[in-house]
């Protein structure tokens, strides 16, 4: 029995066709898997806010305030900024709640046009000896720190898992809040350089 040459060519043909094909898939899913798969690792971060306070012209009573910790070299960031542009759309402005943001000294970036409404703080007092970002700190209307944290725990943020929304919520009704010292399991960048 004999095999036509263009039987061989044909077979041939297919086999470079389908190892190309393979090929492409792979570079394919290795693209987007480094571009947007990030890999999730449990980590463990306390959260102490007993060295945090408020820069002079921002303490004291008045509104509800927010402080954004970002790194922007960060990845665990673009987990949060969904659900902090939804806090910022949800609680700012006439809701009585102000935003700021702080970002680890040495960095440079920005944060996406969808939080333009945070105003940036250039330090606060007590920010270089925080542990772990993205994090959040919560003043009340009397000036007192009633939360230091996390958003939320896990590898996603959201309002079904936030710790913020209940927080603000209490706030706004008035009712009393201390949890300034939180452990939690989730996605977070070391804040503090090594020494």
């Known amino acids: 029995m004999t095999v036509h040459p263009s039987t061989r060519h044909r077979t041939a043909f297919i086999a470079l066709t389908t190892v190309i094909c393979a090929a492409a898939l792979w570079a394919g899913y290795e693209w987007f898997e480094g571009r947007y798969i990030r890999a999730f690792s449990d980590q463990t971060a306390l959260f102490a806010g007993d060295v ?30 969904e659900h902090l542009s939804q806090l910022v759309e949800h609680f ?17 970036g920005k ?65 009393p809040v201390s949890a300034t010292h939180t452990m939690a399991v989730g996605c977070y960048c070391p804040w503090l350089g090594p020494d």
């Open 111 to 175: 944060l996406p046009s969808t939080l333009s409404a945070i105003k940036p703080l250039g330090s606060l007092p007590g920010a270089e000896r925080i542990t772990a970002s993205p994090a959040v700190a919560i003043w009340d209307r009397q000036g007192r720190l009633a939360y230091f944290g996390p958003y939320s725990e896990g590898l996603i943020c959201n309002s079904q898992n936030s710790f913020i929304e209940p927080i603000l919520l209490a706030l706004k009704s008035d009712r």
């Open 52 to 81: 945090l306070s408020l820069p002079p012209a921002l303490a004291g009573p008045g509104r509800i305030r927010v402080v954004h910790f970002w790194d922007p070299a960060c990845p665990c960031n673009v987990g949060n900024q």
């Open 92 to 108: 700012a402005g006439a809701n009585g709640v102000d935003f700021y943001a702080v970002q680890k000294p040495g960095t440079h």
